[in-house]
Nanobody, 118 residues
Framework: QVHLVQSGGGLVETGGSLRLSCAAS??????FAWDWHRQAPGKERELV?????????LYKDVAKDRFFISRDGAKNTLYLQMDNLKPEDTAVYYC???WGVGPDQRYWGQGTQVSVSS
């Protein structure tokens, strides 16, 4: 079992920056990938970025060149640095920890609101 606690988020103006954090506890050695997802009102949850336990990262188009995913293994904390934020980035952001390849084989954080004003 892995427990994820998120922090960060809030309200920022267009072009601003935020950093999200996701502190993990429990059996983190069972996790092979760490993700950030987001869900905007009326839309499905979507993957934003992922980093594997080996440090390999991938970004969806919405995040490329503006977001940076990282993980501090010593602190067991996942981060998402978001720069040049746009109103369309407004959403609830969730971190997740994958222990299997199935879509449901992951643990979720509680979610944190990011709002970008125009």
């Amino acid at each position: 079992q892995v427990h994820l606690v998120q922090s960060g988020g809030g309200l920022v103006e267009t072009g601003g920056s935020l950093r999200l954090s996701c502190a993990a506890s429990g059996l983190t050695s069972s996790i092979f990938a760490w993700d950030w997802h987001r869900q905007a009102p009326g839309k499905e949850r979507e993957l934003v970025a992922e980093i594997t336990s080996g440090g390999r990262s991938l970004y969806k188009d919405v995040a490329k060149d503006r977001f940076f995913i990282s993980r501090d293994g010593a602190k067991n904390t996942l981060y998402l640095q978001m720069d040049n934020l746009k109103p369309e980035d407004t959403a609830v952001y969730y971190c997740s920890a994958r222990w299997g390849v199935g879509p449901d084989q992951r643990y979720w954080g509680q979610g944190t609101q990011v709002s970008v004003s125009s």
